[in-house]
């Protein structure tokens, strides 16, 4: 099991930063890939950045250039930069991870934070 917990969210002008943290704690020696996702109020839930194993990432098309994702302490600590902020990037964030390398391919994920609320003015 992977427990993850992110911080970071708030309220931000356009044009603005935050950096989004995701602490993992539990079994992260098992962990094989590392996701930040978001889903604004209606609309479904989006992968934003993905981080693999061997330290390879991918970025959705809409943040590519704006949002940077990293990891510090091995894989315990989870970041996601934000610049350049956009009121469509107003969401609720997620940190995800997975321990297969198979699901991690498929961009799919079995452990989800709680999620961290990011909110971009005009």
């Known amino acids: 099991q992977v427990q993850l917990v992110e911080s970071g969210g708030g309220s931000v002008q356009a044009g603005g930063s935050l950096r989004l943290s995701c602490a993992a704690s539990g079994a992260t020696y098992n962990t094989y890939c590392m996701a930040w996702f978001r889903q604004a109020p209606g609309k479904e839930r989006e992968g934003v950045a993905f981080i693999d194993n061997d330290g390879s990432t991918t970025y959705a098309d809409s943040v590519k250039g704006r949002f940077t994702i990293s990891q510090a302490n091995g894989k315990n600590t989870l970041y996601l930069q934000m610049n350049s902020l956009k009121p469509e990037d107003t969401a609720m964030y997620f940190c995800?991870?997975?321990?297969?390398?198979?699901?991690?391919?498929?961009?799919?994920?079995?452990?989800w934070g709680q999620g961290t609320q990011v909110t971009v003015s005009s």
């Open positions: 995800a991870a997975e321990t297969w390398k198979w699901s991690c391919k498929n961009r799919e994920y079995t452990f």
